[in-house]
Every structure is written in C-alpha cells, then in structure tokens.
C-alpha cells in the first residue's frame, strides 16, 4: 500500500521550491529598492509587480495544499506509528484555530521529529525537525507582523521592506525543508515497514506494518 502523503508532499514540494524562489527575487528586489530607489523605478518595479502576484496566487494556493499534506501525513504517521498521538483531524486543529496554532503548529514537529528520533535511519533528520520547529513559529509570527506593517504604511522604507522579504524568504525555506524531511522519513519508515516481517518488528520503533 502506497503512503497517503506520496503524491500531495510531491505537488507540496514543487509549489514551495516555486514560491521560495519568488520570496528571493523579492530579496533582491527589495535590496535593490533599498539602496537605489530612482533604479528600483526605472527597471525593476514592473517586475516586482509581476513577482508579487505570482506570490500571492502561489501562497494560497501552498497553504491550501500544504493543510491537505499536513492532514495525509498524519493519515500516514498513524498507519505506521502504534498510539501515534495525534489524529489527521487533530493536526490540522493545531493549523488553523488562531493563537492555539502558535503550540499547535511547533508541536505537530516536534512529535514527529520525536517519533523519527526513535529510528537510528532518522535519528539526525528528527533532530532537524524538532529543532526547526520553534525557528518555523517564530519566523512565521514575524513574518505576519512585518507584512502588516507593509500593508499599511504609507510609504514603505526600504529597511522594512528588506526585512520582511529577508523573514519570509527564511520561512519559506524553513517550510521547505520540513516538507523534504517529513516525507523522506514517511518513505523510509514506509519501505522498512515493507520488508520486514511481523516477527521481525522493533517494538522500540514501534512501526506498524500496513494492513
């Protein structure tokens, strides 16, 4: 049986490679705009413009994506986890119900970096994961703050500006990352899973074969 979050964490992956490398042309054009702004004007805001839409489409098209992932993976971590302690529905509760997400969102790492560590084969990508987790909340809580900031001011500095690029160009790696580990550990848990016998199972890894 094939994992539930195969084909999601493959879509999920090309739109995240696709919308850092949006976050970064934002860099580069926000640094631009911070040390020459009569240049910025002359050659680069038409493209800025352009890169902000593909942004924005891009974003929510990855958060909705990126909810579906977070759900299938979990599907995924209970078929293969005995008493895995949280349940898809569970997990995406943590994402999406506000000020409990600031937990909810480095938890759900954090569990499963716990659960990787548990595995020799997993032990380093788990500790990324955990370790990642707070970075990921902290990035995404000041990413928010310095988009409003943006939003609303009047005329944007060029300071703010680069720093808001600079954070979520960081968040969005930080996501990508996550998303690379978690599925390469779900795939490795998943292809021992299926070469193992019952008999031959570590109840230490407690890994579950697939029914």
């Given at each position: 049986?094939?994992l539930?979050?195969?084909?999601?964490?493959?879509i999920?992956?090309?739109?995240?490679?696709?919308?850092?490398?949006?976050?970064?042309?934002?860099?580069?054009?926000s640094?631009?705009?911070?040390?020459d702004l009569n240049?910025?004007?002359d050659?680069i805001?038409?493209?800025?413009?352009?890169?902000?839409?593909?942004?924005?489409?891009l974003?929510?098209?990855?958060a909705?994506?990126?909810l579906?992932?977070?759900?299938?993976v979990h599907?995924d971590?209970n078929?293969?986890y005995?008493?895995f302690?949280?349940?898809?529905?569970?997990?995406?509760?943590?994402?999406i119900?506000?000020?409990?997400?600031?937990?909810?969102?480095?938890?759900?790492y954090?569990?499963?970096?716990?659960?990787?560590?548990?595995?020799?084969?997993l032990?380093?990508?788990?500790?990324?994961?955990q370790?990642m987790?707070?970075?990921?909340?902290?990035?995404?809580?000041?990413?928010?703050?310095?988009g409003?900031?943006?939003?609303?001011?009047?005329?944007?500095?060029g300071?703010?500006?680069f720093?808001?690029?600079?954070?979520?160009?960081?968040?969005?790696?930080?996501?990508?990352?996550?998303?690379?580990?978690?599925s390469?550990?779900?795939?490795?848990i998943h292809a021992?899973?299926?070469h193992?016998?019952?008999d031959?199972?570590?109840?230490?890894n407690?890994?579950?074969?697939?029914?």
């Amino acid at each position: 049986m094939n994992l539930k979050s195969e084909f999601i964490s493959f879509i999920l992956k090309i739109l995240l490679a696709a919308l850092l490398v949006a976050a970064l042309a934002d860099l580069a054009f926000s640094a631009i705009y911070m040390i020459d702004l009569n240049m910025f004007s002359d050659y680069i805001y038409p493209m800025y413009g352009f890169v902000d839409i593909v942004s924005v489409v891009l974003y929510y098209v990855a958060a909705i994506v990126y909810l579906i992932w977070i759900y299938r993976v979990h599907m995924d971590l209970n078929r293969l986890y005995l008493q895995f302690p949280r349940t898809p529905g569970s997990a995406i509760a943590c994402m999406i119900i506000p000020f409990y997400n600031f937990y909810g969102i480095p938890s759900i790492y954090q569990q499963i970096g716990s659960h990787y560590q548990r595995s020799a084969a997993l032990s380093k990508d788990g500790q990324w994961i955990q370790g990642m987790s707070v970075p990921l909340i902290i990035f995404f809580i000041a990413s928010n703050i310095l988009g409003r900031f943006v939003s609303r001011a009047e005329e944007v500095s060029g300071a703010l500006l680069f720093a808001s690029s600079l954070v979520t160009s960081i968040l969005y790696t930080i996501f990508f990352t996550l998303c690379l580990l978690v599925s390469r550990g779900l795939s490795n848990i998943h292809a021992r899973a299926n070469h193992t016998t019952s008999d031959s199972i570590d109840p230490a890894n407690a890994v579950q074969l697939p029914s």
